[in-house]
T-cell receptor
Framework: AQRVTQPEKLLSVFKGAPVELKCNYS??????LFWYVQYSRQRLQLLLR??SRESIKGFTADLNKGETSFHLKKPFAQEEDSAMYYC????????????FGEGTQLTVNP | NAGVTQTPKFRVLKTGQSMTLLCAQD?????MYWYRQDPGMGLRLIHY???????AKGEVPDGYNVSRLKKQNFLLGLESAAPSQTSVYFC???????????FGSGTRLTVV
């Protein structure tokens, strides 16, 4: 069975500090990994997908198949980064269905 | 371009009442999904559809029914609401699910 785990429900950092949101997964095969962000009371938005290898709003994420992780990183956090972040997984075995982690609420303090 | 539109945005139901949540998308996506969002539990898939006239159960389907009579619409029904169904419901759509979902703005449902 596929599973996504985000071990931190809450994460608090100061503005300008580095931030890392952890995501671990279990999946038999080659998954697609995503990060979604939800700003206060807004809809979820796609932030990153591992196949794109892109940097959005200063965030990057690298798929580590050996450690089955897809951690989200940003070198210098900004107050506007405060939001709920969800890691999600999809793969051939699940068709098109995304499995989400529990989410991490990031707060960036001034 | 509206994307994914959910109605209503808020609703309070009494236990035992029924209601239908509507999701409409204008992107010609084949796949549509209904999730519920609960604190500490992330998003859990209720039902999904891979095309007009087809539906399938997700992770937490009990107490819900769905219909996809038109490609652009995906309806979620609660036949007899229970307090455990108090949640925020999100609809999403995708082009065959491989390049990420587009989400609606959510429906906040309270069952008292």
């Amino acid at each position: 069975a596929q599973r996504v785990t985000q071990p931190e429900k809450l994460l608090s950092v100061f503005k300008g500090a580095p931030v890392e949101l952890k995501c671990n997964y279990s999946y038999s095969g080659s998954p697609e990994l995503f990060w979604y962000v939800q700003y206060s009371r807004q809809r979820l938005q796609l932030l990153l997908r591992h196949i794109s290898r892109e940097s959005i709003k200063g965030f990057t994420a690298d798929l580590n198949k050996g450690e089955t992780s897809f951690h989200l990183k940003k070198p210098f956090a900004q107050e506007e980064d405060s939001a709920m972040y969800y890691c999600a997984l999809s793969g051939p075995a699940s068709g098109s269905r995304l499995t989400f982690g529990e989410g991490t609420q990031l707060t960036v303090n001034p | 371009n509206a994307g994914v539109t959910q109605t209503p945005k808020f609703r309070v139901l009494k236990t035992g009442q029924s209601m239908t949540l509507l999701c409409a998308q204008d992107m010609n996506h084949e796949y549509m999904y209904w999730y519920r969002q609960d604190p500490g539990m992330g998003l859990r898939l209720i039902h999904y559809s891979v095309g007009e006239g087809t539906t399938a159960k997700g992770e937490v389907p009990d107490g819900y029914n769905v219909s996809r009579l038109k490609k652009q619409n995906f309806l979620l029904g609660l036949e007899s609401a229970a307090p455990s169904q108090t949640s925020v419901y999100f609809c999403a759509s995708s082009y065959r699910g491989r390049i990420g979902y587009t989400f609606g703005s959510g429906t906040r449902l309270t069952v008292v």
